[in-house]
């Protein structure tokens, strides 16, 4: 199950990747109409697409001119493979310029929102729709002449070819993006595409995932064992249960506390898997050790090398032990939680050909002479079908919807060095900020909401006598993803009360500061 993702056995979208920001969205869009999409790369052989079981194909937009020299190129015979293709953006200028159409550069370009006009009505892409939509557009080049055996099927308010159509050989393009949530109503556009252009039965549910990778894992598996790093964060909870639900006691997962969790975190990740669902879990307290190590340091870097080689020599360890487990066999496969975003291939901007292959190991420079089989059973999954999976499964709300929190754990949110009384600091003022935030109804409408402890120490008063103690900034933001970020405008009450505990209940801290900066040009941790 390692390599490429495992074929999923139903419905199924082919999504050629040239380059756009909003490539991941499309393939997103499809899912939720319950069709399973998959990304691939723009210059994927014909032959081999039409050997994927697909039942239709979507070219993405991408920053390209269909004329510049490096343009990304699709192979021209998937237009002659009998299934129907949409051209998004690029994806309708390339389609236009490949089969005799003429696409020029525009007078100016077109970027944001816009109003199409359907005037074929009978067009499938617009059934149960209005003839009049708010669209969004974002493109330089436009289509000027169509391609024989195409027409016209709206129009926009500078080009007349703003959605196009080969009626017999079920070709579409159009200039804007139905996928982006400034086209209200471009769901339903892709939805008429993949259920009444393509024919796609709605068989990509939570529910066949959980079913069909569990055969797989038990197929790929057999009688073997397997070790998982479990941190306690959605991805690696979800993959224990899935695999708990395959192979049962065939699972051993490894916990490792790095003496950087928060309050009574390693407790609830042993209670939860341990007690409540009998997964087998092998407990590291490692925490000495990493704190011994990290004595002295106060160079963020340097924190970060530290606990990252001291993770791997302590999960390596406690591997080792396992692999080499004399009771009925040692262990033979690795399995990480890794996400279908961290093994797109990418295309890169300028159109070469040369991909960008991201490489993600969440256990992180394990050797290579280790020798564990890799098992990635969450390859295919965006995260928000991670988080649906594991609810499935029968994880509670606060595991699935928890917010991100570091591998280094706490000791990017200490400033300086990383000492048993700052932590102690930190984890009491930590506990105050996630109580209030989820009491409120906060908790799970932000990103991340955290304390972070500043190597400041300034002039207070309590009662009548002065006070020179520590400083905490609370961080608290939105975020789709984690790339940009922005404050989030906490009710005064809600802020005030923080403050108040903090200052009152957390010995050695006298000022709390709220951090009002966005990323970027800030980042979330203060590291
Ligand atoms: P920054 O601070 O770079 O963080 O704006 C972006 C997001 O990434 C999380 N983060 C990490 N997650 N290991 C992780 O698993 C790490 O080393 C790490 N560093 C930052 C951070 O919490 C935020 O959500």
Redesign the pocket.
Known sequence: MSAPAEPFHGSKILILDFGSQYTQVIARRVRECQVYSQIVRYDTPAAELAGMGARGIILSGGPASVYAPNAPQPDPAIFDLGLPVLGICYGLQLMAHRLGGKVEAGERREYGPGTLQVEAADCALFQGLTEKLDIWNSHGDKLRQLPEGFRAVARSENSPYAVIEHPAKRLFGMQFHPEVAHTPRGREILQNFVYKVCGCATDWTMGSFIEQTCAEIRHTVGAEKVILGLSG?VDSSVAAMLLHQAIGEQLTCIFVNNGLLRENEAEAVQKLFGDNFHIKLKYVDASERFLEKLAGVTDPEQK?KIIGNEFVRVFERAAVELKADGHGGGHRFLAQGTLYPDVIESVSISGNPAALIKSHHNVGGLPDDMEFELLEPLRQLFKDEVRQVGSQLGLPKEVVQRQ?????GLA?RILGEVTEERLRILREADTIVVNEMKSSDWYYRV??SFAVLLPVRSVGVMGDERTYENTVALRIVE?QD?MT?DWVRLPYELLARISGRICNEVKGVNRVCYDISS?PPS???W?
């Open positions: 964060g970060r991100p929190f570091p591998g280094p990017v990103w991340q975020s984690g970020a990323k980042t979330i941790e590291e």
